[in-house]
């Protein structure tokens, strides 16, 4: 019985996650997309897939309601989703990660950063990403990746990272400090809240 329980929450986890991989695949599909849009039908297909995150995370919020197997499986995904809601997060594959509790993936988009200064490689910098290493100096080199969108989508990891519970670094720690904005500083406020939220939860079933 007990594998047979394990069975079905594996199931049922793969096809939370199936839905979601597509409603990020619709965000990430509109921000590649944005320039062939006007702002107002942009903004209503955003605001749009929003709703739909929204209604997923609040049937999340049912699934795993008196299910402590479900609350332990499952809390990264919620974090992650309350953090696309309130525009906290806006980099799908950052989210994505996020939900599915993958730091070693986080650790090497993190890497694919140009450092400032002496340009030195994370120690978990690996030599399949080299490539894409490349894509994003080049990018950053040439503008195509503005200031502010690389600052935001190093901000996500960095948080993502720390919610999954990973060690940053001090210049890591001083990154974050210094670029967490205020939409940030309400996510981390709103998240603690939910993770309190379900550490209680589970300690009373």
């Known amino acids: 019985m007990a594998s047979r329980g394990k069975t079905e929450t594996s199931k049922l986890k793969q096809n939370l996650e199936e839905q979601l991989d597509r409603l990020m695949q619709q965000l990430q599909d509109l921000e590649e997309c944005r320039e062939e849009l006007d702002t107002d039908e942009y903004e209503e297909t955003k605001k749009e897939t929003l709703e739909q995150l929204s209604e997923f995370n609040d049937s999340l919020k049912k ?6 197997t ?15 809601i309130s525009q906290a997060f806006k980099t799908p594959e ?3 990660l996020f939900a599915k ?9 993190l890497a694919e950063f140009p450092d400032q200064g002496s340009n030195p490689r994370p120690l978990h910098w690996k030599a399949d990403s080299l490539l894409l290493d490349h894509q994003m100096d080049r990018d950053l080199m040439v503008g195509k ?4 969108l690389y600052t935001q989508q190093k901000v996500e990891i960095l948080t993502a990272l720390r919610k999954l519970g990973e060690k940053l670094t001090a210049d890591d720690e001083a990154f974050l400090s210094a670029n967490a904005g205020a939409i940030l500083s309400q996510f981390e406020k709103v998240s603690t809240d939910l993770g309190e939220h379900l550490r209680l939860t589970k300690y009373t079933y």
């Not at 990746?145 to 502010?148: A, G, H, I, P, T």
């Open 145 to 148: 990746l503005e200031r502010d």
């Open 101 to 109: 509790k993958q730091p070693g993936q986080l650790r090497t988009r």
């Open 94 to 96: 950052v989210i994505r």
């Open 63 to 68: 699934i795993m309601s008196g299910n402590m």
């Open 70 to 84: 479900l609350v332990d499986e499952l809390s990264g995904m919620q974090l992650a989703i309350q953090a696309a």
